[in-house]
């Protein structure tokens, strides 16, 4: 018999993780999958909490995420994909234990800390024949999904120019201040233990780098890099020429220091032919200008959208998607491509309009290219 | 024993239905309340398609919504509260039976077609102790909460006008049409019958109403008001004076023919002190001005926000929140009052802070005001 | 000899007159006329200090405006206009005084107090074949013509609706102060026997009227109006419904105590087949919707804009012209018309392109039937 | 007898040069200067026509600029300055002969081609007491300046990053296409011989560079840039690291091809304690950030900006100023300058508040730096 709803595991995203409710929500948002285990935090009272809370079978909620690999994957039952929104520390070896377990993986970015791990993860996938998720999550927005269509069909010509930022002001009281640490948030992004060997670039650099490359297709093929540290033993600040594989140039920035920005994620993309921008703040529109014409603002849900924008749409035009809805988006093609996997269909390309392994990858490569050129003083360093 | 979720059922809102579906995510959104019973549509074969996609036990699932009031009412494992999505002409006749078998009432705006049968209403869930939410939405949204804050706070000094508007554009193609309707939305929109009295201000106009209504704590108390109908049997256009029981003037304008406008619900409230401006488009920030100062643009998320916007907030600022997380917000204050009711605790105001049959009963006063003072050359015509 | 270049003189506008100096840039701007006389100040000083300013020959800087219409009427070098920037209380009797010398007048709005005397105004200029200005300057800004061309060439269908205002925050301090002004400027304009029957409407409502209609080709046909005085002689906040002689309806707000606004005109004119949209402190874009599509943005500058506005360009696209160069259009096409009048041309429509007498009048009967209409609790009132 | 009018003569031009319209507005603007004398053109007879179309003496009309620097430089009323509005390559040698002739220079920019030529400019200057003024415009505008005051008063505490842009579109269709030039402005932009070494970077990149240090009072120090031709012989656009003297880095971005945008000049300085954002299109605010807090939008002309912001101000808040209003505040400032010069009086810092030989010598060093770091691969290079 068919699958028509899948089941889940997490490990990661107790409580009181602000990810992990928003990875709950999006998954459940179209109804076509529950939580069925997790393995939620080491603190043992915290993880019965939250597996009470999701009304788990107590026998399903996991103290060490080696063992719900292992069950899970013997049960009949067991979960369909795992979760996984815990430090970055801690991806490599989660990935690598359910992807041996049979499990399909969705984890949060970055990947992991080295290319050669990267790599390893791919190569177990192919063999086992497992779907990977990187939840690069704004690729998952309506009106990115738009740009991607217009650019890649042609309406804006030859990518010549992109000139891309995320920018946040959250840790500026960080500069000047050594290990001690003013902000809840900064604590385990600023250990290179657990978070690797990048902070700003790591945490959000690499969303710049994502997005730009769904939207346009174009792989980053070299940067010259310029991280600020101020004092921390990671950067809260990077400044970056890249170059793109067809030759076009660009600036990527990506700050946690720039005073007026809270999530400023913006794209902006220029053509031979038009140009195309996205803010991440609003995320339901698009500005789309061609050559010699009027700026034009495009709206999510309205007719003259691409046919995959109205494919990926849920609310009427004029009111809002946000953030969740954008998550949603992510689960609700890589649901639909985990019960296709799961019922031995084949998967075309629309089915797997996720980032993958190979998106996962390019992350890692990227944040190490972009360290090592602010160290060789902005050299060009290839990717 | 306490309980700690509840269970609801819905009538309307089978599965094409968008704000149903609305609906649906935004009671599950906190893990409070789960979908137990339903009468999704009068067509059998939908109505059970419903029910098996939300996996409810198929007895659950009623052709008629006064069966399912009596024995969900009866049972122990009854509903807490029924959701009614479905068209305005049979809110009343759903709401009055629930209520009479002891069932809490989540309601779509408009309430009711009549000033009596709302309240008829109110005084049968007054003699039930029962709790009776009308959902005007926007006022589930973070920075409408804020304006509220700051505006009763005395931050903008007393209100001295209000220039406020609802314009989308998705019926200008009706005009001059007659009765050959062009557009799916429009057809039962249309029908007086029902619909009720009023298309363009029964369904949006008196969202704005409501939305002021909630920021400031004034109440209109006559308007002066212009409908243009372009030859349809209801309104597609509404312009009107209003002046609030405090003396203050404004204005509200509400179309469905306004061409560049998809959803765009604006408030704008002037103090003697400063002013207050809210877009539905971008829900996110407020525009803050005090006398004599720079325009301050505020985020939801930020430290500075008021307590009780804090309290209501889901994403890191920056991250966009949208109209399922307004919904959402209404059913978080809306689900936690049901389980303090059902639990027999006593409800404070901010327990109480979703909008009530006082709310239902002034809009129902409103369209027929303006209906009525339109018809009398724009009279000033008292609520 | 034909004239390539004109001389004018000016009443009032002395040296700390902010729209005096205006006037004199304007003027001057593309080298086509000079200021020759001048009647500046009732004061002696500062009438004679203004003369030695700008250079004038004394002689033809007089003390009285009677005498200087006469002297420059007999003059061979005479003055070929007069520019009127004086209070409201005696536009009529100096625009009578120089038609009758035989001098071409271009005045500040609103034209005079009463209709009569408008008409009177115009019987006169027709019977001497003089040329008649009233300064409704926004008429001067490019991309209000832009407007007015895109509409007249039936690029948004019908007009519907028209939704305007000019909100400014800079008498809110006058509010409940009763005579007790506050601020600098608002003293003559509240005093009755200067600004006339209405301060708010007179002074900025009346302005929205003429950029409507200017930009629609519709007058107003009947409003009914609610006028706030907060306990001030003169009127400082105004909102009303109107309708035009198409059937459309539509509001104009007008204020000058909304915080948050500094010069806020904004026009929003709705058709059948698109929208257009304009604000003052943005004068160099305008937002285009047509009817299903993308809002648009029109720069001033671009090659896609009309034959009128190109014609009418100063600077390239993207290079912000402001208030003066909206004047000086306004100066650019009346000089113009001034010359050919003087060397004895025809005047083509295109020639004849600034607000005339016809928009003087219209204006004054807009204040009058505004303030008649909220004496009379907002009955509609026939212009 | 002091003088209290300068009088000046133009180098350039011409009636039909847009930027010499603007220079001969602007100088105009405060009724303290009048032009005098001129060599408009190497064409006879368009020379000629331009002193009449001013109604210049004619011989004060030149053919050549040398005999126009000897001549008036030896006229008891000859001119106080002149103003040098031609092309690139002849700014040195004109700038130069009226230095030397005893004549105040105002010279567009890029200044000169060679750093050696600037420095010889300044030695000239300094020996001859004259005044020099290099027209970087964009720091004549209010808000640059309320900016500065901020900035260099501690508001936004140190400044930690710069991101600045200054994008067009116009050049767009000339990519690919070698000489075959499609713009009528591109043809001299793009001869080296003519523009110099560089054409986007020279034109536009430079008026980042000295507007970011005329807001933050900081100096670049080293560059490391990538500058793209796309097949013509001058760059089209340019991307690049920056590094300031104060150990900041940020970005520059300057283009003419980037679809979307007119001119696009926006300057965003991050400090320690806020962050400031100007736009060029929209000239008359400013975005102001402090640390935690709401942004605020600063509009020129309202009481809360600083003394040198209220100084320069022309209009009321809400009316727009543009780019005339700010060449108009350079010449104000450089017209009292020259004539406290003349004067032999003493000039404050204030009085010498316009953009001088150290901003052009910084300039021409930045273009210099900028096209070698990108001809050595984004090498960081110094200044």
């Not at 899970?72 to 929104?85: K, L, P, Q, T, Y």
């Amino acid at each position: 018999m068919m699958k028509k709803y899948a089941t889940y595991g997490m490990v990661g995203a107790g409580l009181n993780s602000f990810i992990g409710n928003v990875h709950r929500v999006a998954a459940g948002f179209d109804g076509l999958a529950s939580l069925a285990s997790g393995c939620f935090s080491r603190n043992e009272e915290r993880n019965r909490a939250c597996g009470e809370f999701y009304k788990l079978d107590p026998e399903r909620v996991y103290g060490d995420f080696q063992e719900m690999a292992k069950k899970e994957g013997a049960r009949e039952d067991g979960i369909d994909f795992v979760v996984i929104s815990a430090p970055n520390n801690v991806h490599y070896e989660t990935a690598k234990v359910f992807l041996e377990n049979g499990i399909h993986v969705l984890c949060e970015k970055p990947l992991c800390f080295e290319v050669e791990e990267a790599e390893e993860l791919k190569k177990i996938a192919a063999e086992k024949g497992l779907l990977f998720c990187v939840n690069y999550s704004y690729s998952g927005n309506n009106m990115v999904k738009e740009a991607r269509e217009l650019i890649q069909s042609g309406q804006i010509g030859e990518v010549i120019d992109v000139n891309a930022e995320y920018l946040q002001e959250y840790l500026v009281d960080d500069i000047g201040k050594g290990d001690q640490t003013m902000n809840r948030l900064s604590s385990w992004r600023k250990d290179p233990e657990i978070a690797g060997i990048s902070n700003c670039v790591g945490d959000i650099g690499t969303h710049i780098e994502n997005t730009v490359a769904y939207m346009t297709g174009l792989r980053v093929k070299r940067v010259a890099a310029k991280l600020d540290y101020f004092g921390q033993p990671l950067d809260l600040n990077a400044n970056m020429l890249v170059e793109f594989d067809n030759g076009a140039h660009g600036v990527f920035c990506s700050s946690q220091v720039c005073v007026g920005h809270m999530n400023g994620l913006v794209t902006r993309i220029f053509g031979t032919e038009g140009s195309i921008e996205w803010h991440e703040e609003e995320p339901n529109v698009l500005y789309v200008t061609k050559k010699g014409q009027p700026m034009q603002i495009y709206h999510r849900g309205m007719a003259y959208v691409s046919g995959r924008s109205a494919e990926m749409n849920r609310l009427p035009a004029g009111h809002p998607e946000g953030l969740y809805e954008a998550f949603a988006n992510i689960y609700k093609v890589w649901i639909g491509a985990v019960l296709k996997k799961q019922n031995g269909e084949t998967l075309s390309e629309t089915d797997l309009d996720f980032p993958d392994l190979d998106d996962g990858i390019e992350g890692v490569r990227f944040i190490h290219a972009a360290v090592k050129s602010s160290q060789e003083d902005s050299a060009w360093t290839e990717l």
